[in-house]
């Protein structure tokens, strides 16, 4: 195992423009390192693998298509790609974003001096302006979670590989959530997550409120079960804070009419409170 090399993981559901788009951006990362590419397609294994070849990759560079397409989602074709890494540096990205030439560089640098990282996410170049005034997630600091510790989004995170040995990897039982569970579970082994600011991923947002309200429903379904695990730790989230997050979620729909950008909080906010409202109810476990 080559330690100042680097495996770059990058899960896809499907060839679609915005993933052609993101293999010439990885094509064009310039590092001195050695890279090895892996693409774990969780569908349409033949049709990824055809998009990978019309790319130019750099001739010293590995580059494999393989199949992660026996369970479905993310996090399992995540596993399925580190888990074959040949490098000691693994870094995640996803397949509708756009790294930035310098973001593997960046990440591997921090990798190597923290144990893992998250990048910097930037909003403004694949976003319209009124969509991309309304986010700062990971846009100057790692975010927190239920005033709990510091993760990364999966889309720009980078671990050692043998720390994702140690964790075992994303937990494939979480629909979402799974980078802030394996964030938290890196800190139980005493790794200081950190901030690598000039590692950029251009960060692609739901362009219309229908979009927006699934996601967060979908992103706050888990936030039970996150707690659950991990309240022994510090993660709290109190009966003050639902109230908070409701009021906040009807003001922003009274301001829905006002706008694009009213609509899209209106819509965040709600698929919010909702997410974590069902998330209670199914998990029975309090996280309203």
Request: no cysteine.
């Given at each position: 195992m080559n330690a100042s090399g680097i495996s770059i993981v990058i899960p896809v559901g499907g060839a679609d423009d915005h993933f052609h788009e993101q293999l010439r951006a990885v094509g064009a990362l310039r590092t001195l390192r050695p890279v090895e590419v892996v693409v774990a397609a969780n569908r349409d294994v033949v049709v990824v693998g055809q998009a990978v070849a019309t790319i130019a990759w750099p001739s010293a560079w590995t580059v494999r298509t393989i199949d992660a397409s026996d369970v479905p989602g993310p996090s399992h074709a995540r596993n399925v790609g580190w888990h074959s890494a040949v490098h000691d540096i693994v870094l995640f990205c996803d397949a509708d974003d756009l790294v930035d030439p310098l973001w593997a560089e960046h990440m591997a640098v921090a990798v190597e001096s923290a144990g893992a990282c998250g990048g910097r996410l930037?909003?403004?170049?694949?976003?319209?302006?009124?969509?991309?005034?309304?986010v700062t997630t990971s846009s100057r600091a790692l975010p927190v979670k239920f005033r709990h510790l510091p993760f990364s989004a999966s889309c720009v995170l980078g671990v050692r590989r043998d720390l994702l040995v140690a964790v075992d990897g994303f937990d494939e039982s979480l629909a979402c959530g799974e980078d802030v569970d394996l964030s938290w579970?890196?800190?139980?082994q005493g790794?200081?997550?950190?901030f690598a600011r000039d590692a950029v991923v251009h960060y692609r947002l739901r362009p219309?409120?229908?979009?927006?309200?699934?996601?967060?429903?979908?992103?706050?379904?888990?936030?039970?079960?996150?707690l659950r695990r991990h309240r022994a730790s510090g993660a709290r989230w109190t009966v003050l804070d639902t109230v908070r997050e409701w009021l906040a979620a009807v003001k922003a729909l009274a301001l829905a009419p006002t706008g694009q950008e009213a609509r899209l909080t209106a819509a965040t906010r709600l698929g919010s409170a909702c997410g974590r409202f069902l998330g209670s109810v199914r998990h029975r476990t309090y996280a309203l």
């Open positions: 930037e909003y403004e170049r694949l976003n319209p302006p009124a969509l991309a005034a309304r579970r890196l800190a139980g790794v200081h997550m950190a219309d409120a229908r979009g927006a309200f699934r996601q967060s429903l979908r992103y706050a379904a888990d936030d039970a079960v996150l």
